[in-house]
């Protein structure tokens, strides 16, 4: 006899891409590991501009155009993520698997439908 298979995980809500968002919607940003590597390095040079910004008593309507340049010049450079692939029917930073600043790749694999199975809701058409 034949070994049991589960049924595929597609029409989850917590079914993204092959894999599986259920702890991410339980305890979200906690697991540091599944965000979006480029985000956050964004993020980690915005701190650090506003940390220099303030030592430097840069005036708060010079800092945003300071920090647009800089982030043209950073945005414009290779992205630290071996899995990036762009896609620019996608937001920033335009990568085919990122949703939400986590990266889907790094989510865990969908295994079928397990336990926490739960049909995702369709949006309604009329309105």
Avoid at 41 to 57: I, N
Avoid at 71 to 81: G, K, L, N, S
Avoid at 96 to 106: K, R, W
Wanted: with cysteine.
């Amino acid at each position: 006899m034949g070994g049991i298979t589960r049924l595929p995980g597609q029409g989850c809500q917590y079914h993204l891409g092959g894999h599986c968002l259920y702890e991410e919607r339980l305890n979200p940003g906690y697991t540091q590991g599944w965000r979006c590597r480029v985000l956050s390095r964004w993020e980690s040079a915005f701190d650090d501009f506003l940390a220099r910004a303030e030592s430097f008593g840069i005036k708060s309507d010079v800092a945003p155009d300071l920090w647009g340049r800089q982030f043209e010049r950073m945005a414009r450079d290779v992205f630290d993520c071996e899995q990036y692939v762009c896609c620019q029917a996608e937001g920033i930073p335009a990568c085919l698997h990122e949703s939400d600043g986590l990266c889907i790749l790094m989510l865990p694999e969908c295994s079928g439908r397990c336990c926490h199975y739960e049909v995702e809701e369709k949006q309604s058409s009329n309105g």
